[in-house]
């Protein structure tokens, strides 16, 4: 019987608590003190690009944050720690992925947020988190699930933040 991974829902009534979710997050990552992978799941519009805005500004970045869509990555490295937002969406084949020399995003200590993951899949690593955003009413729901050590911890400290916010 396999173990399930650990787990946790969080209802995200619009694009600000979307934000703020990231700003949390990078509070989280942060204090890791290593490099973090987070996958980005959801469907077109369900605010995948907003949550990692949020990220991208609770580290630090003050200009705009775009989905890297054409670019497949944008690199932050100005901040700390250094994060990259990968935009796997047109990508058509995961071995283009090492082509890009993919794997060295991976080292270093560095954030790698990573929309539509399934498009590398096989060839990207493990993440600490997988987030799956889901149209909820008029909000989203956040289902994050913890794929490492570093994720279990990550989704602990998230854990007792939401348990510690009153319910809308």
Same mark, same amino acid.
């Given at each position: 019987?396999?173990? &399930?991974?650990?787990?946790?829902?969080?209802?995200?009534? +619009?694009?600000?608590?979307?934000?703020?979710?990231?700003?949390?997050?990078? +509070?989280?990552?942060?204090? /890791?003190?290593?490099?973090?992978?987070?996958?980005?799941?959801?469907?077109?519009?369900?605010?995948?690009?907003?949550?990692?805005?949020?990220?991208?500004?609770?580290?630090?970045?003050?200009?705009?944050?775009?989905?890297? &869509?054409?670019?497949?990555?944008?690199?932050?490295?100005?901040?700390?720690?250094?994060?990259?937002?990968?935009?796997?969406?047109?990508?058509?084949?995961?071995?283009?992925?090492?082509?890009?020399?993919?794997?060295?995003?991976?080292?270093?200590?560095?954030?790698?947020?990573?929309?539509?993951?399934?498009?590398?899949?096989?060839?990207?690593?493990?993440?600490?988190?997988?987030? /799956?955003?889901?149209?909820?009413?008029?909000?989203?729901?956040?289902?994050?699930?913890?794929? /490492?050590?570093?994720?279990?911890?990550?989704? /602990?400290?998230?854990?007792?933040?939401? &348990?510690? &916010?009153?319910?809308?």
């Amino acid at each position: 019987m396999q173990a &399930t991974q650990p787990e946790l829902r969080l209802f995200l009534a +619009d694009e600000a608590e979307t934000e703020a979710f990231g700003l949390r997050l990078a +509070d989280l990552v942060r204090n /890791t003190g290593r490099g973090v992978t987070i996958f980005l799941e959801g469907n077109l519009g369900m605010g995948k690009t907003t949550l990692s805005r949020g990220v991208m500004r609770g580290l630090g970045h003050e200009g705009a944050v775009k989905s890297p &869509t054409y670019t497949l990555v944008e690199p932050y490295e100005h901040l700390a720690p250094a994060a990259y937002h990968f935009d796997l969406y047109r990508l058509g084949d995961p071995e283009e992925l090492e082509y890009m020399g993919i794997r060295d995003y991976f080292e270093g200590g560095a954030l790698c947020l990573i929309e539509w993951p399934e498009r590398g899949q096989g060839v990207l690593p493990v993440p600490d988190l997988q987030i /799956t955003l889901v149209r909820q009413g008029e909000g989203r729901s956040a289902h994050i699930v913890a794929g /490492t050590p570093s994720g279990r911890h990550m989704l /602990t400290a998230l854990n007792t933040v939401a &348990t510690d &916010t009153p319910a809308p």
